[in-house]
């Protein structure tokens, strides 16, 4: 008898889904492009070697597989995704599966969708979260495909999610691009909590002078209280690390330019195109960016100097901070599942964004205690579709802003930059008044362009006596 299930990729997070799926007592084939890697896989396999099967060619693969077939792909983004893809077509049968569980841009899951029409083959979209620990333990799988294509994936990707008080973190999010339009969302507010986190450790260090050790036990006392999460978790255990080379912390020779692979971007473009903008993703994409033009940076802090600026720090700062940081999630989580409710109205998608809250909770990277609230909040369904006017979150938000607004203020006098939470409190400052400013920019656009405005005490469509 064939395998439950083939994998194609054994980077990082192939080697530990395979891992993660024999454990969990399913047989997996599986492939690498490169056939050393699967060598060196097998080796590390030790006793789950028994439940997987190396294969030397993708034909290979196919016939160790159980019919109908499913398989799993776990390469990059793009391209790869595609020639695997092309690859795999003419070895499969109508009735197969590929289940692509990389980072995939939602649109291209849905162009591959209407490349496979008519094949009979079906392509599942499954985003997971969870870095390498996740894939091995347990991550956090959003998935998108039809109902009956669920019930086939769903023993397998179930049993190998994380359980969160013994439910797993695997579900359904609706059809074709869900799965991975929600998985690029959970990065985009993955994003804007890490540059709020480093935003608040560069106000520790830069504006109060404290070392990395002394910033890391912030953390640490944080992570028991209102912030608790595992991005909080892991930076005040970063922070401790000490590095033997340079005898100090190690966080304070690591260079200060983030990577970036993506999935932040495409976030902070759909939420644009959908109209619900994801401001704390879009300062946290331009914050990685601004962090990799170090020439510039280094020329523009020779010409232009703090002179002007404040010193930042008084009593109350790292509690206000606390705060503030609490403030600035609560916003990101807000604008991120805003765009995901907008997206899943505009195709239809019907995502259970209580589902979505609930399987965040374990496995991965953003798990937070707020996610509880979350979850609760959208079971009682949220008013316009924002978390932010939940009665669980107004008290929160009533006293957590006054906090974002004093760090914001204080930081901004200092010179010092918080894009992220600067962004998080301009966006819940425009979000939350009645009367904006655009009905100037109305009054702009007609003027230059004839573009017409709505009045306010009149029907009908106008013209300015310009
Ligand atoms: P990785 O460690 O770089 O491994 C990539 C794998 O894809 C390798 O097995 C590589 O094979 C294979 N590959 C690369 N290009 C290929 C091609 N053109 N054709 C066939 N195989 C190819 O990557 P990873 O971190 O496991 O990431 C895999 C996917 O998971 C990505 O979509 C990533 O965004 C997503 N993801 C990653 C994380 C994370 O924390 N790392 C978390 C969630 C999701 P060779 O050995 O031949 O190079």
């Known amino acids: 008898m064939g395998a439950s299930v083939g994998l194609i990729g054994l980077g990082v997070m192939g080697a530990n889904l395979a891992l993660n799926i024999a454990e969990n007592g ?18 590390s396999a030790d006793e789950l070697a028994a439940q997987l099967t190396p294969t030397g060619s993708l034909e290979e693969l196919v016939a160790s597989l159980a019919a109908p077939r499913m398989i799993i792909l776990m390469v990059p983004a793009g391209a790869a995704v595609d020639s695997q ?18 980072n995939a841009d939602f649109n291209e899951t849905q162009r591959r969708l209407s490349e496979l029409d008519g094949t009979g083959i079906g392509w599942v979209g499954a985003g997971v979260s969870g870095g390498s620990d996740g894939a ?31 439910v797993s973190c695997c579900a359904r999010l609706g059809t074709d691009g ?27 260090r830069d504006g109060l002078g404290w070392s990395a050790g002394d910033i890391g036990e912030v953390f640490a006392r944080w992570n028991d209280g209102v912030l608790n999460a595992y991005l909080v978790e892991i930076t005040a255990n970063v922070l401790a690390v000490h590095d033997e ?54 020329a523009l802090s020779d010409v232009y100097s703090s002179e002007g600026a404040t010193g930042f720090g008084a009593d109350d700062t790292v509690e206000a901070l606390e705060l503030a940081l609490l403030a600035g999630r609560l916003c990101a989580y807000a604008q991120g599942f805003n765009a995901i409710a907008a997206a899943s109205e505009l195709h239809q998608w019907n995502v259970p ?14 798990r937070s205690r707020l996610l509880d609230d979350m979850a609760e909040a959208f079971q009682g369904g949220v ?8 009665e ?45 400013t655009a009905n100037l920019i109305q009054a702009q656009r007609d003027f230059f362009g004839s573009h017409s405005f709505e009045r306010t005490d009149q029907s009908g469509i106008f013209h300015g006596p310009w």
Request: hydrophobic content about 45%.
């Open 26 to 43: 399913f047989t997996v084939a599986v492939y690498n492009r490169t056939l050393e890697r699967t060598a060196t896989f097998m080796e």
């Open 85 to 102: 893809m092309r690859a795999l077509l003419p070895l499969l049968e109508p009735g197969d599966l590929m289940i692509d569980c990389g």
């Open 136 to 166: 091995r333990f347990g991550p956090s799988i959003m998935v998108g495909c039809t109902q009956a294509e669920y019930e086939r994936v769903s023993p397998i990707l179930s049993a190998i999610a994380a359980k969160h008080d013994d």
């Open 178 to 204: 869900a799965g991975h339009f929600v998985k690029t969302l959970h990065n985009g507010i993955e994003y804007a909590d890490m540059q709020m986190l480093s935003e608040a450790y560069g106000l520790m």
């Open 245 to 298: 080379a340079s005898n100090g912390p190690i966080v304070d020779v690591i260079a200060d330019r983030a990577g970036q692979k993506g999935t932040g971007t495409w976030s902070a473009i759909e939420a644009q195109k959908l109209g619900r903008p994801a401001t704390t993703v879009e300062a946290a994409v331009s914050a990685r960016c601004v962090s990799s033009q170090g020439a510039l940076r280094s």
């Open 353 to 366: 964004l209580a589902r979505v809250a609930e399987i965040w909770r374990a496995g991965c990277i953003i």
């Open 383 to 390: 008013a316009h579709d924002n978390l932010l006017t939940n």
């Open 392 to 436: 669980l979150f107004v008290p929160q938000m009533t006293v957590a802003i006054p906090a974002l607004r004093q760090i914001v203020g204080d930081s901004v006098a200092a010179g010092l930059p918080i894009p992220a939470l600067s962004a998080a409190l301009a966006w819940f400052d425009g979000i939350r008044q009645p009367r904006g």
